[in-house]
T-cell receptor, first 115, second 112 residues
Framework: EAGVTQFPSHSVIEKGQTVTLRCDPI?????LYWYRRVMGKEIKFLLH????????ESGMPNNRFLAERTGGTYSTLKVQPAELEDSGVYFC?????????????FGPGTRLTVT | SQKIEQNSEALNIQEGKTATLTCNYT??????LQWYRQDPGRGPVFLLL?????KEKRKERLKVTFDTTLKQSLFHITASQPADSATYLC???????????FGTGTRLQVFP
């Protein structure tokens, strides 16, 4: 069974540009999460999809971030326009069960560098 | 808001010994607490989950305890091996949601 995949693995962009990150969850997993780790800090929650619906987007930093999950399969996270403080590693995770099942499967992450 | 404290200093132990990592939380007791392993350049990998009504959970050489009175979880690796060297992350749910709150992790180094 394929795990969670993310693309690209690394992106370097200039301040003001746009970047779109993609996440393909494990097939059949209704829950999809985005997290971010800024250098030196802990991994922080961004948002949670259940199928195509946003269940919780309380962690999204501001309106420069837009996440979508059309059709309830893969998800994209767009940052427009990017700022220096957006640099970090963006992780996607998926899980099968709704509710407090807990276990989440993480992708390898996308390292975003904004210069 | 809930905060998780893990020892930011690396833990260095000799092969064969038991490694013990600590996770403390500051506020309400979570419905469950999880431990993940993370290797450089990779995403976290789930290891164990322990629920609030469980005191202890085991999986092969791994053991997790959960003390809601102390607001603490201990993660043990017995008969440690160099391959166990990694960063170990503690995570818990926020207010009975699926949102995970992570600690900064503790780096474990097992030397031969």
């Amino acid at each position: 069974e394929a795990g969670v995949t993310q693309f690209p693995s690394h992106s370097v962009i200039e301040k003001g540009q746009t970047v779109t990150l993609r996440c393909d969850p494990i097939s059949g997993h209704d829950n999809l999460y985005w997290y971010r780790r800024v250098m030196g800090k802990e991994i922080k929650f961004l948002l949670h999809f259940v199928k195509e619906s946003k269940q919780d987007e309380s962690g999204m930093p501001n309106n420069r971030f837009l996440a979508e999950r059309t059709g309830g399969t893969y998800s994209t996270l767009k940052v427009q326009p990017a700022e220096l403080e957006d640099s970090g590693v963006y992780f996607c995770a998926s899980s099968q069960d709704l509710g407090l099942a807990g276990e989440q499967y993480f992708g390898p992450g996308t390292r975003l560098t904004v210069t | 808001s809930q905060k998780i404290e893990q020892n930011s200093e690396a833990l260095n132990i000799q092969e064969g010994k038991t490694a013990t990592l600590t996770c403390n939380y500051t506020n309400y007791s979570p419905a469950y607490l999880q431990w993940y392993r993370q290797d450089p350049g990779r995403g976290p990998v789930f290891l164990l989950l322990i629920r609030e009504n469980e005191k202890e959970k085991r999986k092969e050489r791994l053991k997790v305890t959960f003390d809601t009175t102390l607001k603490q979880s201990l993660f043990h690796i017995t008969a440690s091996q160099p391959a166990d060297s990694a960063t170990y992350l503690c995570a818990l749910d926020e207010s009975n949601t699926d949102k995970l709150i992570f600690g900064t992790g503790t780096r474990l180094q097992v030397f031969p």
